[in-house]
Every structure is written in C-alpha cells, then in structure tokens.
C-alpha cells in the first residue's frame, strides 16, 4: 500500500501559486518526503526533497510540520507548461518505493 | 549525472512470445526498480533488486520476473506476455541516501 495520500485533482490559472498537500500519516524516522513530477509519456522527474521544516529550490518550495505526518508543495506562479502529475513519495534508500496516486494539475490561462 | 537507458522505447509482441525489456544505469547504482504505468492507475511497483542478484516483489510481481546478473543492468522478463501486461514500462534507480528516483524514459509495450 501506498503511504501517501494526494488529491486526486487541482485547477488553476496562470501566474497563481499552488499549493499541493500530502499526507502521510505513518512516516518512518529515517523516510524522506520527495515530490516528483511526471508529464505524458515521461519517467517522473524529481522537484524536491526534504525531511523536516522547509525547503526551497529554483522551481518549488517544501513545507513540512513538526511532527512530519503531512507536506506541502508549493509552485509559485505556475505556468501552462506546469500542467502535470505531481507525486508525493515517503521513503528512504533502503525501501521499496511505492507511489500513490498523484495529484492532477491541470493550468488554464 | 546519473544515466539510466532503457533499451526499447517501443515494442510490439504477441501473446505468448517471451519479452525482455532492459535497464541500464551508469553510476553504480545499488537499488534500481521496474514499474508499470496505466491510466488511471498510477505507476506499480513490480520488482526491485537491492544488489546483484538479489531481488525483492514489488505489489504486482505475477506474471513477470527479474534478473540482475550485473550491477548496472536490471531486466524484466515476461515469460509468455498477455494482453493485460500492454503498458508503459518506467526503469528507475535511487541515487544517495534519501531514496531520490531517477527514471529512464519508459518502455511502450502492446500485446497483441
């Protein structure tokens, strides 16, 4: 079973921040919380990583409680090119990877 | 930066005929995995191995099989593929301690 739950779906428009959460209630220690991104057709591609508080890169930013049992992912700004499957996937080296179902976002102009 | 190929972008067999589908990784990689994807379902665990010749099931093993007989390559095997195994095949390894997945470009295959 999948340790993370996403909704299925989002919409937005252009130029608006986005803000996709993950819960993933039975988080481990030694797991960490990775997003990935996935256009048709493609493997999914990482976006961020992180195991506590928050962590920003270039394209996104991570936010993550105290007590780790949820994340956030923020896009600022999308853009229609953002248009994709967002995963959410706890784990670490020594695991099997399994993934949940994804978020859909779906950009509008 | 890490490299992971995999050998066909798309195949086409016929129910029955034995199919292997190869992965190939650069970086000395460890853990390296094989997935399916289909719409609406998400992407699969089907196996992953942790080291040469070792091998764990992922959530959906049947109908498949692995080998690792070399650290850098990882193959799925469908003894006598069926129909209901068409799907999109994504390769993937980890690369460090935290688990982060880098995946090859997937693998179109259809039974007919």
């Known amino acids: 079973l999948a340790k993370t739950t996403q909704p299925i779906s989002m919409d937005s428009y252009e130029g608006q921040e986005v803000n996709i959460t993950c819960s993933h209630n039975n988080i481990a220690t030694n797991d960490y919380i990775t997003w990935y991104q996935q256009f048709p057709s493609q493997g999914p591609r990482f976006i961020i990583q992180g195991y506590k508080t928050k962590v920003t890169n270039e394209v996104a930013s991570l936010f993550i409680p105290a007590d780790r049992k949820s994340s956030t992912l923020s896009l600022p700004r999308v853009s229609l090119s953002d248009t994709a499957v967002y995963y959410c996937?706890?784990?670490?080296?020594?695991?099997?990877?399994?993934f949940g179902t994804g978020t859909r976002l779906q950009v509008f102009p | 930066d890490v490299k992971v190929t995999q050998s066909s972008r798309y195949l086409v067999k016929r129910t029955g005929e034995k199919v292997f589908l190869e992965c190939v990784q650069d970086?000395?990689?460890?853990?390296m995995f094989w997935y399916r994807q289909d719409p609406g379902l998400g992407l699969r665990l089907i196996y992953f191995?942790?080291?040469?010749?070792?091998?764990e099931k992922g959530d959906i093993p049947e109908g498949y099989s692995v080998s690792r007989e070399k650290k850098e390559r990882f193959s799925l095997i469908l003894e006598s593929a069926s129909t209901n195994q068409t799907s999109m095949y994504l390769c993937a390894i980890t690369e460090g301690p935290t688990g982060e997945l880098f995946f090859g470009e997937g693998s179109r295959l259809t039974v007919l």
């Open positions: 996937l706890v784990g670490n080296n020594t695991d099997k990877l399994i």
């Open positions: 191995s942790y080291d040469v010749k070792m091998k």
């Open positions: 970086m000395d990689h460890e853990n």
